[in-house]
């Protein structure tokens, strides 16, 4: 018989489920970062908790606990960054700097802490590594050109 007429479940065409990929290298978090880390392990528990009856391949258990094993890992790996000094860009600052003309103001954080929209960005991101070290008034190359960002303040992120 053809497997296209073979009909043994929906299960065997389903996409399988594989853990939530830990980004590479150290887990440098803020203090805000820990805390945020912190609320996600808070929520996730009181979720597993509300679902202690649920059968074992219930879809929403599986799930709950995938993440959970996630932002434990997460958790249990955080390292406090320590307090900038803020005279050199680095992990903890905001940094306003000039892109190819338009200024911009990023937060430089942990990768379980960046949130784009919000102006933070991890400091693993291209960009950041680009401006980690710089001072303010260096112009530094970026994406190919040679005077891409110039550095014009930084602050140190609370």
Do not use: C
Not at 7 to 28: Q, S, V
Not at 32 to 59: F, W
């Amino acid at each position: 018989m053809s497997v296209a007429f073979r009909r043994d479940g929906d299960e065997e065409h389903l996409e399988p489920k594989f853990e939530l990929p830990i980004p590479p290298g150290p887990n440098l978090v803020t203090a805000r970062g820990l805390a945020l880390i912190g609320d996600q392990v808070a929520t996730l528990e009181t979720q597993l908790a509300e679902l202690a009856g649920a059968p074992a391949d219930d879809p929403q258990l599986k799930s709950v606990k995938r993440s959970l094993r996630y932002w434990h890992t997460r958790q249990i790996t955080a390292e406090l960054a320590p307090e900038p000094t803020g005279e050199t860009v680095e992990f903890g600052v905001h940094v306003t700097f000039r892109l190819n003309g338009k200024e911009r103001t990023l937060g430089l954080v942990g990768d379980d802490e960046a949130d784009p929209a919000a102006g933070l960005v991890a400091w693993t991101a291209p960009l950041a590594r680009a401006m980690i070290g710089a001072e303010v008034g260096e112009v530094l190359e970026f994406g190919g050109n040679p005077e891409a960002i110039e550095v014009l303040a930084i602050a140190i992120y609370r």
